[in-house]
């Protein structure tokens, strides 16, 4: 399914955002309170806009790689990108020895892995202690309003305009149909707790719809 929507994912983010992902992934970049010379992994990272972030923060004497299981995404992410490092593997059994990254990140992946609880451990794992994993994610819609008009576009905008900007509506529809499996921010914070997360925070943004989990390697 990825690999079927990788030509138009970039656009179709950014329409149904209305612009602000970036936002949303520059705060991601900087939780990981990575600097100059530091190490990240981005898990999930589909076109590597959050890998291309986190390069600059690195710098050139930095590291920062992509990983995804799509090749249609990682084909994109090679050419929007070129000089950063990206690799088809799995975020369950991540390809790298333990300590080997300062920072470790996923944003809007966790709810597509098939053992989340096991995805974060894997970005623990890999993390050199004090290092920071952060996971950048949709949360279920809030009560009130805000979470009633949420749901209804995530029901009824998202697949529409997605599916005709895509060209794949059963991909969107898919999509939209998650929305029952995104968790609450306590849920996200218990599982970061189950995978021995330490330190473990959570921010929400955009009227409490998106948030960032953090948490850190003791």
Sequence with gaps: MFDRIARRYD?????????????WRRRAARETGLGPG???????????????????????????VGLDFSPAML?????DHPGLEFLEADALN?????GTFDATTIAFGLRNLSDP??????MLRVL???GRAVVLEFVRPPRGPVGSA???YLRTVLPAVGGALSGQPAAYRYLSDTVDSYRTPAELQKMA???????IGFRALAAGTVGILSGMRA
């Design 94 to 98: 991540l390809p790298f020895d333990d």
């Design 117 to 122: 609880v096991r995805g974060l451990r894997e």
């Design 11 to 23: 656009l179709v983010n950014t329409v149904l955002s209305a612009g602000i992902d970036g936002g």
């Design 193 to 199: 707790a189950q995978a021995a997360w330490s330190k």
């Design 38 to 64: 530091g190490a990240a992994l981005d898990i999930a990272c589909g076109s590597g806009k959050l890998t291309a972030k986190l390069a600059r923060i690195a710098g050139p004497r930095g590291r920062a």
């Design 150 to 152: 949420y749901r209804l």
């Design 128 to 130: 050199k202690p004090g």
């Design 75 to 79: 084909a994109i992410a090679r050419h």
